[in-house]
């Protein structure tokens, strides 16, 4: 089931990345109310474009580990970082923002 699990949380990142380009961090460069360093919003804007797809690499990453992991504490530690995502993103959004259920789905792969 780890295999499973790495899929869809290699999926889920890419989708963070793609989607995200698409439905937000294009808007990005016109969005007011950003905090202003060195002069300008610049920075605040490119911190939050790069930290958004940093996401997506640490998915990928852990993807990577569910595959060749052998070591069932290190799993179950994947799974609860699962679940503990998709708990915030649950709440957060109210459970309008779909990723939670990709989240979860992986968390109890990993437990099988």
């Given at each position: 089931m780890t295999g499973?699990?790495a899929a869809i ?28 360093a060195l002069g ?73």
């Amino acid at each position: 089931m780890t295999g499973a699990a790495a899929a869809i949380i290699f999926a889920t990142g890419l989708l963070h990345s793609v989607l995200g380009e698409i439905l937000i961090l294009r808007h990005l460069p016109r969005m007011q109310g950003f905090p202003i360093a060195l002069g300008n919003d610049l920075l605040a804007k490119r911190t939050v474009h790069f930290t958004w797809h940093l996401a997506t690499v640490f998915a990928w990453a852990l993807a990577v580990l569910c595959l060749t992991l052998h070591d069932r504490y290190m799993l179950d530690v994947i799974s609860d970082a699962m679940f503990g995502a998709a708990l915030v993103t649950a709440v957060i959004s109210r459970a309008l923002h779909p990723g939670w259920i990709a989240l979860v789905s992986a968390g109890i792969l990993l437990r099988l």
